[in-house]
């Protein structure tokens, strides 16, 4: 039975292989397609951008096709794509036996718990995501889990210590490289960047006029951060960002834009 780090580096090292045969046979990449990279050193360790003390097991995270296939050397919030939860399944005897059994249940509820905490950090750190994504590792057994505005929901069992469940494992890990970014759970019109001076973030939208009308033609606005983050795991996840007309006044803001989920009326219906 591996002990927990021997799993952080047998998880990354079978990431890195997914990653390196996908740029060796994909020659003509999709233009929003992307590398998902595990954290280099694959041990217990707190990302540099985090305000708690939870130290995480693994993450992978967005870099651009270009990209060296290797470890990313540092870890935060902000560049994260999916916390990876590693866990270690006990194998216990009973009646005196020779059998042994997993306590499978308690472990992978303790590995979810521990994604629910960390995640939200996510959302606090990126202010462009819809949704977020997750990993547990439970001995060989991989779930992935989404979590949305309401809910999260989660896969059944990849078993990657089979031919069948690494082949399951792979195709959703290319298949998350190669989709549209809002199929990665990123809201496409507020993009991030970065220039000498930091980060900022361009947004997309339409402005509400002196009568309270939205007008039709979209306006680019620009902003260093918001003012309101989205730091919850559930809900409408608003985020309020001060912003400027022009990327030279970013740090004078004048206006103000509001992302937020709409309420959705249901009918009786469903």
Not at 187 to 211: F, L
Request: aromatic fraction near 8%.
């Amino acid at each position: 039975m591996p002990v927990e780090k021997q799993l952080y580096s047998a998880f990354r090292d079978l990431v890195l292989f997914a990653m390196r045969r996908l740029k060796g046979i994909v020659l003509e990449p999709p233009e929003d397609c992307c590398l998902l990279l595990p954290y280099s050193e694959g041990s217990d360790f707190k990302p540099v951008d985090s305000n708690e003390s939870d130290k995480l097991d693994q993450v992978l995270v967005v870099c651009g096709w270009g990209s060296s296939v290797a470890g990313v050397a540092q870890a935060k919030y902000a560049d994260t794509f999916a916390v990876v939860e590693v866990k270690r399944v006990e194998k216990v005897s009973f009646d005196g036996g020779s059998r042994a059994v997993r306590d499978g249940g308690a472990v992978l509820q303790k590995a979810r718990q521990q994604l629910v905490r960390y995640n939200r950090q996510i959302y606090e750190h990126q202010h462009n995501r819809m949704f977020t994504c997750g990993l547990t590792v439970c001995d060989s057994l991989v779930r992935a889990c989404l979590f949305g505005p309401d809910r999260v929901l989660s896969s059944e069992d990849i078993d990657v210590a089979t031919p069948d469940g690494r082949r399951v494992f792979v195709r959703l890990l290319v298949n998350l490289c190669l989709c549209e970014e809002s199929r990665r759970g990123y809201i496409p019109t507020i993009p991030q960047h970065e220039n000498a001076d930091g980060r900022y973030w361009t947004i997309r939208c339409n402005r509400i006029n002196s009568s309270g009308e939205q007008e039709p033609e979209m306006a680019t606005l620009y902003s260093r951060r918001p003012a309101m983050a989205a730091d919850r795991n559930f809900g409408r996840h608003t985020r309020g960002f001060p912003a400027a007309e022009r990327l030279e006044d970013i740090d004078s803001p004048t206006l103000f834009a509001k992302v937020a989920w709409h309420y959705v009326e249901r009918g009786a219906a469903r």
